[in-house]
């Protein structure tokens, strides 16, 4: 058989970052930033150590050196906790969950979270991961060829699926699924625009049909979840803890802290599995979608992960909870896609006292903002920063500077559901690409913006069709691993 055409260098659509002679003002920062932050960046911003912007009534630290990353984000997360403008800005939708909150209340919540996703445990709910990707592929086959699909759309589906099966054990409905994914779409829009208001010291208020819609849509996602913890709560309190579901929502209500010897509330509950559901499918999502859009643009390696799909696991009736985890191609051109478009661009802290970051003191109270979007497209850190290259991860190019890829944070604060996330991304990934192939559409680019999480403000739009043949030369090619080089050029 002939080989595949060699796929042509790519580099994903980013905005492009503005000039030294574009104008600066607090006004066109609140422009830009009202799209999202990504679109208020300079070219300078890819290159230096810090950038420091000037807001009303305070500054904005903005470190890239990876030793400053790993001393934010790694150190004692009592020195730099989470923002409060965070908070403020997702708070009608999650509450008071672990994502937002600090001190005692986190550690609390922190201490409880971790034994219920180690008893939930990857390889026990597998197989319902494994029923919401045969479902999804079903949903794929019955989409016409000749009409353009909405990934975006497809991949919230079917992480959706696995959150609400993993957590719930219940499997979400067609139309709840479209709801969810239309009400977030316009819950991240009112959320970015009323945490940029914030950031100016305006009141949320002010553009009170925003307000109004954030409000809304908070309550409305929060319900749906609301109503099966409820239900599930009374049941679980009726039988003293002697239910059957075995999945994580169980294991929430019967762990107790060892310290305070509390359990989790109703409200609790809520707060905790909206926040799992929203970490869950919706950063997982956003990745996915960028995966499959690169991968539409690189038809060679999507031969590639088709032929690795097919040499590991014969079926889906057969792929077992190891198998997965072997396939390394996979892994690291989800890795890759990661490291160009990390779900969350920008992890938002506060110096709890005078800190040093680069050559500059930040003081008590300042501003600190760690972009996993800028640092890992530094021009300094990365061997062509802006193309797709999923080998240097073969080849260790992530390692040689530790703080400079961490699309899942790092230290204390680490996405509690990493593991979860990587592995449902193989599973999906090497399940469609053996069935599907994907093409761009002719008629649209999709426009990266990062509000809550990275998504393309016009959506993603793919052509596909029936995958007939997996390239048999893609089984046998061995990836060339390029050698690393150099040294993390800022220690």
């Given amino acids: 058989m002939d080989e595949l055409p060699q796929d042509k260098p790519f580099k994903p659509p980013y905005p492009t970052p503005l000039k030294k002679s574009d104008k600066r003002s607090w006004f066109n920062l609140y422009k830009r930033g009202r799209k999202s932050w990504i679109h ?8 230096n150590k810090l950038s420091v912007i000037k807001l009303p009534g305070f500054k904005l630290f903005m470190p890239k050196r990876p030793e400053d990353v790993s001393k934010v984000l790694g150190g004692d997360y009592k020195d730099f906790p989470k923002s409060e403008l965070v908070h403020n800005a997702l708070k009608p939708l999650l509450g008071e969950s672990i994502f937002t909150t600090n001190g005692e209340k986190w550690e609390r919540q922190r201490r409880m979270m971790d034994p219920a996703f ?26 016409p060829e000749e009409e353009e699909i909405r990934m975006d759309a497809e991949m919230t589906h079917v992480t959706a699926d696995i959150i609400m099966r993993t957590i719930l054990s219940k499997p979400i409905k067609d139309r709840e699924a479209l709801e969810v994914f239309h009400w977030f779409e316009d819950f991240q829009e009112k959320a970015s625009r ?16 925003d307000y109004l819609r954030w ?18 709560y009374k049941e679980f309190t009726d039988k003293e803890g002697e239910t059957e579901y075995g999945d994580i929502l169980e294991v929430l209500m019967g762990v107790e802290d060892e310290e305070t010897q509390t ?38 390696l999507a031969g590639q ?37 990390p779900p969350v661009a920008f992890f938002a802290r506060v110096s709890s006292g005078e800190k040093k970051l680069s050559n500059r003191e930040a003081p008590k109270g300042s501003a600190v903002m760690v972009s996993p979007w800028m ?11 802006d193309t797709f290259k999923p080998e240097r991860f073969a080849a260790g190019e992530a390692r040689k500077c530790p703080g400079a890829y961490f699309p899942f944070s790092l230290g204390p604060r680490v996405c509690i559901g990493a593991a979860f996330a990587q ?38 739009l793919l052509k596909m069709k029936k995958r007939e043949v997996i390239p048999e030369v893609a089984g046998s090619e061995e990836v060339p691993v390029p050698e690393q080089t150099g040294k993390c050029p800022f220690s």
């Avoid at 208020?40 to 290159?47: I, L, N």
């Avoid at 409000?215 to 599930?232: A, N, Y």
């Fill in 305 to 341: 992960l088709a032929a690795e799909s097919v040499k590991t696991f014969e079926s889906l009736d057969t792929v077992g909870f190891t198998q997965v985890h072997k396939l390394k191609r996979a892994r690291d051109v989800f890795r890759e896609t990661l490291r160009l478009y």
């Fill in 375 to 385: 640092v890992q497209r530094h021009r300094d850190l990365w061997e062509e920063p």
């Fill in 423 to 460: 592995q449902e991304a193989l599973l999906i990934i090497s399940s469609i690409v053996r069935e599907f192939e994907f093409s761009p559409s002719e008629t649209h680019e999709p426009d990266p913006a990062s509000r809550i999480t990275l998504r393309s403000l016009n959506g993603i």
């Fill in 40 to 47: 208020t960046m300079y070219e300078g911003s890819y290159r």
């Fill in 118 to 143: 180690a008893n939930a445990g990857l390889k026990k709910v597998f197989p319902l991961m494994l029923d919401a990707v045969r479902d999804q592929l079903e949903r794929l086959r019955q989409h």
């Fill in 263 to 300: 359990k989790f509330s109703e409200v609790e509950l809520i707060d905790q599995v909206v926040m799992l559901f929203l970490a869950g499918h919706e950063t997982s999502a956003s990745a996915l979608s960028w995966t499959f859009y690169i991968l539409a643009h690189q038809p060679k």
């Fill in 194 to 209: 009323v945490n940029v208001l914030a950031a100016f010291k305006l009141p949320s208020w002010i553009i009170p049909w």
């Fill in 215 to 232: 409000k809304k849509r908070g309550k409305q996602i929060r319900e749906v979840l609301g109503e099966v913890i409820r239900e599930r």
